[in-house]
């Protein structure tokens, strides 16, 4: 089956990502760690087949993920796990409005996590 046809599959477990809820990647667009043009291009994977990721997102929407070994949250400072536990958190709670709110993918990201447009889209304005 094309690829167009079946979605996103998840490099780890390989099956399909359904939507954007799910996506490691757009997860990681929406707190600014990838541009948007990564999005048609980096490889997808579940937020939940990301340890080190899912283990950060703190919301009883979202089960309760560990990641094992030296990558562990507890092996952070406690300043840095608690940044990094608001961060995915509020990323993880963005996916989950966007898309039912219509947002264009330009609006994706957190308010603070957006990156600056180019002077030349700027200009086009």
């Known amino acids: 089956m ?22 490691d990647l ?4 929406v707190i ?9 291009t980096a490889p997808e994977r579940h937020i939940t087949c ?5 283990q950060f997102i703190l919301d009883e929407r979202f089960p309760a993920q560990t990641c ?3 990558f562990h ?6 300043a840095e796990r608690q940044r990094l536990e608001d ?7 963005r996916l989950q409005v966007v898309r039912e709110q219509g947002v264009p993918i330009s ?3 957190l308010e603070d996590c957006r990156r600056p447009r180019p002077a030349a889209d700027v200009a086009r304005d």
């Open 2 to 23: 094309a690829r167009c046809d079946q979605g996103y599959l998840c490099e780890v477990c390989g099956d399909e990502v359904e939507d954007i809820t799910q996506s």
């Open 73 to 78: 949250k507890g092996s952070l400072d406690d």
């Open 50 to 54: 990301h340890p080190f990721v899912a």
């Open 26 to 29: 757009y997860l990681r667009y």
């Open 107 to 109: 609006e994706y990201p």
């Open 87 to 93: 961060l995915y958190t509020r990323g993880w709670q």
């Open 32 to 40: 600014g760690e990838l541009e948007a043009r990564a999005l048609l």
């Open 68 to 70: 094992e070994g030296a």
